[in-house]
């Protein structure tokens, strides 16, 4: 099944301890992407990432760090977590059309910083 | 910066009723997105209109896009309980491949 993957679901940490949230396609994507949900905001996108070993920042990457070593994996990384950074986050990937084309989402990450 | 703006915020009918919602956007594009969120959920891709198409039908989904005025509006008919859920309208705007812009959705409840 064609599917976007995110881990954990749920996460309650606290300020200034490292995580790592993953995100993983089995769909041979070359596009991915995050982004982060909050209530009267939508969705903003954080990094992007055309392909392997080629991301890019969106409208809101303070806080944030990303890597694409593979073409499946897309980590999202918070190497400080604050308050400000409590949110629903979603990965999403495309095929060559990138983002122009109809995006996967995966079921997102529910993260709390408290 | 939001570049889709979906209106009405929140809609509610009854159960059979067609539902339409709106989506402005600021700059051209390439193509025009509409997008459902189930509670808490990610989001599942409806249609894709292209800035040359005025029209697009799927099921019981029909999109129209006016360039000119900038504006596209999705249309639900005989609207089901199952259709609540937020919708989002999504811009990939010409030179850039690599943004989609989201609105801040519509709210769509349907009563049974």
């Not at chain 1, 996460?11 to 949230?21: A, E, N």
């Not at chain 2, 979906?6 to 509610?12: H, I, N, R, V």
């Not at chain 2, 193509?31 to 989001?43: F, P």
């Amino acid at each position: 099944e064609a599917q976007v993957t995110q881990n954990p679901r749920y996460l309650i940490t606290v300020t200034g301890k490292k995580l790592t949230v993953t995100c993983s396609q089995n769909m041979n994507h070359e596009y991915m992407s995050w982004y982060r949900q909050d209530p009267g905001l939508g969705l903003r996108q954080i990094y992007y990432s055309m392909n392997v070993e080629v991301t890019d920042k969106g409208d809101v990457p303070e806080g944030y760090k990303v890597s694409r070593k593979e073409k499946r994996n897309f980590p999202l990384i918070l190497e400080s977590p604050s308050p400000n950074q409590t949110s629903l986050y979603f990965c999403a990937s495309s095929g060559h059309t990138g983002a122009e084309g109809p995006q996967h989402f995966g079921d997102g990450t529910r993260l709390s910083i408290l | 910066s939001q570049q889709g703006e979906e209106d009405p915020q929140a809609l509610s009918i009854q159960e059979g009723e067609n539902a339409t919602m709106n989506c402005s956007y600021k700059t051209s594009i390439n193509n025009l997105q509409w997008y459902r969120q189930n509670s808490g959920r990610g989001l599942v891709h409806l249609i894709l209109i292209r800035s040359n198409e005025r029209e697009k039908h799927s099921g019981r989904l029909r999109v129209t896009l006016d360039t000119s005025k900038k504006s596209s509006s999705l249309l639900i008919t005989a609207s089901r309980a199952a259709d609540t859920a937020s919708y989002f309208c999504a811009t990939g705007s010409g030179g850039s491949n690599y943004k989609l812009t989201f609105g801040k959705g519509t709210l769509l409840t349907v009563n049974p």
